[in-house]
């Protein structure tokens, strides 16, 4: 049966989806420089204000000249971070922000004290899309509430849910998403877990796309895409650095293939210089997951504030994210990667500096 995501990557060249990363990486020109090349470029509304996504989308449609799909919309996707509930333990993220003191004396910052819970604007930014479809609206750390997935879908957006286990991608087919990004553990960044407080299970992207088909598949009639009772297509993300990977995932049941580490080295990114540098560092390969920036399980470069931390973080999202913003601030004025969230995936040592266009020819089969 055809889906909309069925649709969305018949009009493209290339299978490859370019990651939405929040916190600068993800661009304007990035995003519209992958669509010109043939794949699906994203923009990432985490951590915007509704204004500064509004003004991205502007963004885009300039450097696109206006362009849209055959269905009349902006031809890129946009990622939304579905707020966690404040289920944080006060008392911990108080602990973590006293532990953060060296850390922050050391780079000639004060901790702030502990921020309020927040819910990224999700509401208004929810309403924003709505106004203005994209051709593709995706979800990460939680699920949206179903009446948002129809909405979407009745003004002809393709909506994507992001998982990172069986349980995760059974929850979210039964809202009737037309894909699923399946994440594995390999992958860069913050992982797709549904909750800050899950930890996220060690399985590699090949062996959880092919645990989610066969739950999926095993559920036929349950619900499913559209009612039709059938599991939506999966897009797998993560630990892809060659056309092989890209070969492989496809082989093994993805119908596109999410790629973010291989794009923060694109030169239409906007990858912090320290960050840039780290990654194309060859001495500075391991990859570890950890809570000591954000909160939430993310992978990165093992450096020295990871080491120090690592065993003191705690459980609090967009708390600790907020308290250790002023100490990657002026890392980052600094050019310090050692205290730098430097979020990436396994495969890192694949990156180049390359344009946006030379990665899609890089990795497209």
């Known amino acids: 049966m055809s889906t909309r995501l069925d649709t969305l990557a018949d009009q493209l060249r290339s299978p490859i989806m370019q990651a939405p990363m929040a916190g600068g990486p993800s661009t304007p020109a990035l995003a519209a420089a992958v669509h010109r090349a043939g794949g699906f470029g994203q923009l990432a509304g985490g951590n915007l204000t509704p204004a ?47 532990a953060l003191r060296p850390a922050a004396e050391a780079l000639g910052v004060e901790v702030p004290q502990v921020p309020a819970w927040s819910d990224d604007d999700y509401p208004a930014k929810l309403d924003l899309l709505l106004s203005r479809p994209p051709a593709a609206v995706s979800f990460t750390f939680g699920l949206p ?163 120090e931390l690592d065993d003191q973080a705690v459980v609090g999202y967009p708390q600790v994210n907020r308290m250790t913003a002023p100490l990657r601030a002026a890392a980052n004025a600094a050019g310090d990667p050692e205290h730098l969230s430097l979020w990436a995936g396994t495969r890192a040592s694949e990156c180049r500096e390359e344009s946006a266009a030379e990665i899609l020819a890089r990795l497209t089969p």
């Open 145 to 307: 509430e179903a009446p948002a997935v129809r909405a979407l879908q009745e003004a002809g957006v393709t909506v994507v849910l992001s998982v990172a286990d069986v349980p995760g991608a059974r929850r979210a087919a039964a809202l009737g998403p037309d894909a699923l990004v399946v994440q594995g553990q390999q992958a860069g960044g913050h992982r797709a877990v549904l909750s800050m407080h899950d930890e996220p299970e060690p399985v590699d992207t090949l062996e959880l796309l092919g645990a989610v088909r066969a739950a999926l598949g095993d559920h036929r009639g349950s619900g499913g895409h559209d009612g039709v009772g059938t599991e939506p297509p999966l897009i797998a993300a993560g630990g892809v650095g060659t056309v092989q990977d890209v070969t492989d995932l496809l082989a093994a049941g993805a119908r596109a293939v999410q790629v973010g580490t291989q794009f923060l080295t694109a030169r239409e990114a906007g990858t912090r210089a320290a960050h840039r540098q780290a990654v194309l560092d060859p001495e500075r390969s391991e990859t570890v997951v950890t809570r000591a920036f954000s909160g939430r399980p993310a992978r990165g470069l093992r450096n020295l504030f990871i080491d």
């Open 52 to 98: 500064a996504l509004a003004g991205h989308l502007d963004d885009v449609d300039d450097l696109l000249e206006g362009e849209r799909t055959e269905s009349g919309l902006l031809p890129v996707g946009v990622n939304l971070f579905v707020p966690d509930p404040d289920t944080a333990d006060p008392d911990a993220l108080e602990s973590y922000r006293l």
